[in-house]
């Protein structure tokens, strides 16, 4: 019995081998690059959330925004900026901004380059926004790998809340790591994470470049062409069949109404802190609110112009958008109703808990002909990858967990040879910059090579197999008298799936008016220690 169940095991791993041998491209795929999406700890350590990516030598920790209508990638500079916003102590402008670059300290910035510059990408004629001044300075993508010399915009305006990566169809960051060969693709993907009231609806996310993150990915995908029209810049438009709310009492009513004749055109634009919707689906929502919201109540905190209502008389069901073609996206209760989070004048997070925003913003009539926005809260619970190589976009419901499984995309397929990879065809990167860039100093294994291993270790339990065999048997023939079947029983536990772990990163919110628990951040590490030759 014994033998028989090895051979078969024997058969399993040769079909196995073979099956992995052919399964690999001949080439490399350059691995993606992950950038984590969570509190950043910045200078005093204020937090501000976004994308962690640090700028200046030594590195200085910035929280970025997702501008995927923007080419280029801008920081703010100075305090003097917020005093027409709410934010007029430097604390908290800091905060609010994703910290404030100084790039008198840092010894590699240069402020040699203009507007007109070939580092410059060139921005869509009504996309409004644009540098004040231009320089260069090293970023640092992650702890592995740093740019030196790349073009920043520094906003001097007062028109955008935070830091901007622009990660747009001409993106200079995409393009940049694309001829480098840093990336397979101009493929970019992201998951906001959570952003909850308490531990149990808080989670890092992540942004990927080059590829995206399976994990964080379930059940049926949308898959469309990018499309720029309508306003929106991002090209991320879906069609909706519905939109219903999920009642406490287990109704599932739909609000769409008579909006685009039982369809709704929408642009997914990360830039965009929440979801905007037309007016008469806002008043099919409010149809089934006890005390229905007002739409003259806003907030101005970090939910911008979110619908403020009394905690006892929030919402307190979920929200499903279906994608026509595609899945159906829900968004939960703890990310669609939140606190009304502000800045206070140290930096720090603040809130009432008397009240509650709602996610939502009634457009109104002023803005009643512009295409409805899925921002932030959408992407807590959708899972958006965009591919410029192939001028188009897949869309997902998004699987909250901390777990990573990282897939690489290539130009025409998952599986691509880095080495002949074209570089982009939109060119307002001169060649030379590429070039300043060094691929992270640990050494990556070709998919060849990481096939032969697998093979090897194939070969070596087959082998291993077949002594087990001749071992086996000559123990039988000893031991005739006392013939018996041996087996060996492994007691062995099955792990449970890594869960979500936030619980550790978090505090709950307090119960009454108070300052915010801030939740603690991951560091984003010490980028010198890593940085490439220029």
Known sequence: MLIHTLFSWLLLLLFASISIAQSVCDGEVQQPLVIPVENVTLQDSLLSRGVAVSAGTPGQNLAFSLISGANNTYVYDGPGLCVNKSYSSPPACAAARGGLFDGGTSSTWAQNITSSSPLIAQEDSQYPITGDLWATDTIHINSSLSIPGFPLGVLENDDYRMNALGLG?????????????????????????????DFRSQMNGNLILGGYDSAKTTGTNY???????????????VTLQDISLNLANGSSPSI?????????RMCI???????????????????????????NSR????????????????YNGNITFSILNGPNVTVSNSQLVVPDLKIDNDG?????????????????????????????TFLTSAYLMVNYDKDQFTLWQA????????????????????????????????????????PPSQHRLSRGAKAGIAIGAVAFAALLGLGTIYVLRARQRRQKR????????????????FENQSASLFKDLPSEPQELAEPLPHEIGDPQAHEMAA
């Open 169 to 197: 169809r001409n993106s200079t960051l995409l393009n940049t790591l694309k001829t480098a060969s840093l990336i397979a693709s101009k493929t970019w993907a992201v998951f906001w994470g959570l952003t909850g009231a």
């Open 223 to 237: 898959t469309g062409p990018l499309d720029y029209s309508s306003g929106c810049f991002a090209g991320t438009q």
């Open 256 to 264: 769409l109404g008579a909006s685009e004749a039982k369809s709704l």
């Open 269 to 295: 634009d990360p830039s965009y802190p929440i979801i905007s919707i037309p007016n008469d689906v806002f008043n099919l929502f409010n149809h089934y609110m006890s005390t229905p919201y007002d739409p």
């Open 299 to 314: 907030t101005f905190g970090l939910q911008f112009y979110g619908l403020l209502s009394n905690a006892s008389e929030a």
């Open 348 to 376: 720090s997070l603040t809130f009432n808990a008397s009240t509650r925003v709602l996610n939502l913003n009634p457009q109104g009539t002023i803005n009643q002909n512009d295409i409805p926005v899925l921002g932030l």
């Open 399 to 438: 699987n909250p967990t901390l777990n990573e499984d990282i897939v690489a995309i290539g130009p025409s397929s998952t599986c691509t040879n880095a080495n002949s990879l074209q570089t982009a065809t939109q060119t307002s990167l001169p060649s030379a910059l590429p070039t300043m860039i060094s």
């Open 482 to 497: 006392d013939a018996r079947t041996f087996e060996a029983v492994n007691a062995v536990d099955s792990e449970k799936p």
